[in-house]
Nanobody, 113 residues
Framework: QVQLVESGGGLVQAGGSLRLSCLVSGSTFESDGFAWYRQVLGKQRALLATINSSGTTTYADSVKARFTISRDSAKNTVYLQMNSLKPEDTAVYYC???????WGQGTLVTVSS
C-alpha cells in the first residue's frame, strides 16, 4: 500500500521560501510519477507541478519560475521548493501519485504580508 507523507509547511513572510517534502513508502519509487497540488479554503484543489519517472517536470503558470519540483530516489522523497512566496500562496499543499488516486494528508503553508 502506497503512503505519502508531506512535511515542511509553516508560516513564512511574503518573499520568503519553504521546501516541502513528500516521503513515499510502499511504492516502486523509481517508476512512479508524482504531483503537487494545493487547496485554498473554499476552492478546489489545483495542480501545481508534476515530475515523471524520467524527471521531466511541468508547472502551472501561477508558480512557474518560483516553484521547483524534484525527486530523490535515495530518500524516496519528492520535494517542492517554493521561492518568492506571496500571501495568495497560502493553502494546504498535497502530494499525489501522478497517475493514481493516492494522496498525502497535506501540509499547511501560510504566507503573511
Amino acid at each position: 500500500q502506497v503512503q505519502l507523507v508531506e512535511s515542511g509547511g509553516g508560516l513564512v513572510q511574503a518573499g520568503g521560501s519553504l521546501r516541502l517534502s513528500c516521503l513515499v513508502s510502499g511504492s516502486t519509487f523509481e517508476s512512479d510519477g508524482f504531483a503537487w497540488y494545493r487547496q485554498v479554503l473554499g476552492k478546489q484543489r489545483a495542480l501545481l507541478a508534476t515530475i515523471n519517472s524520467s524527471g521531466t517536470t511541468t508547472y502551472a503558470d501561477s508558480v512557474k519560475a518560483r516553484f521547483t519540483i524534484s525527486r530523490d530516489s535515495a530518500k524516496n522523497t519528492v520535494y517542492l521548493q517554493m521561492n518568492s512566496l506571496k500571501p495568495e500562496d497560502t493553502a494546504v499543499y498535497y502530494c499525489k501519485l501522478q497517475y493514481r488516486d493516492v494522496w498525502g494528508q497535506g501540509t499547511l503553508v501560510t504566507v503573511s504580508s
